[in-house]
């Protein structure tokens, strides 16, 4: 694979091989469909700016690059687990943060009033995360095998 040359935008799409990426239009229509090659991606403003209801689709065909959609697809799981560990803990944070007065109903956090109220909301915040990490690593997306493949023996050839 390609890098990307010094100074190039962030996000610049790097091709992986010489084939030249083509551009086609697909413009679905009440009475038609038409798929139409274009060579510059200014003339994909044409069809949309036609003033006929239809639906345009724009496909780009030659940039699959194998080790790149699964480099990407990886990437994806990481940032997927990082954000729903952190999203309970952020819950619970934002919900102790309203700054709630317990004196004013019986209803408002009477655990702000607890000896150990802080300890069981950082209590609850860790089981959550420890909770989810089990259960990740259970279903193998943390590295090692889940337990069903575990339990599995190997099945070898003849």
């Keep these: 694979m390609r890098k990307p040359s010094p100074g190039a935008v962030p996000g610049t799409l790097v091709l992986a091989s010489d084939e030249k990426p083509r551009i ?45 959609f699964e480099r990407l697809g990886q990437i994806m799981k990481v940032l997927t687990i990082l954000s729903t560990i952190f999203l309970p803990i952020t819950f619970i944070a934002g919900v102790y943060g309203m700054n709630f007065d317990p004196a004013s109903s019986p209803y408002n956090m009477p655990e702000l009033k607890w000896r150990y109220g802080y300890l069981c909301t950082l209590a609850a915040m860790a089981l959550s995360v420890l909770g989810l990490l089990v259960y990740y690593r259970r279903r193998g997306w943390l590295g090692g095998e889940s337990g069903a493949e575990a339990a599995r023996p190997e099945r070898r050839a003849p």
């Design 24 to 68: 086609f239009v697909i413009d679905y229509c009440a009475t038609h469909v038409i798929e139409k090659e274009v060579f510059e991606i200014d003339d994909v403003a044409s069809y949309l700016a036609d003033g006929t209801p239809s639906v345009t689709w724009v496909d780009v065909r030659g940039i699959g690059h194998q080790p790149t």
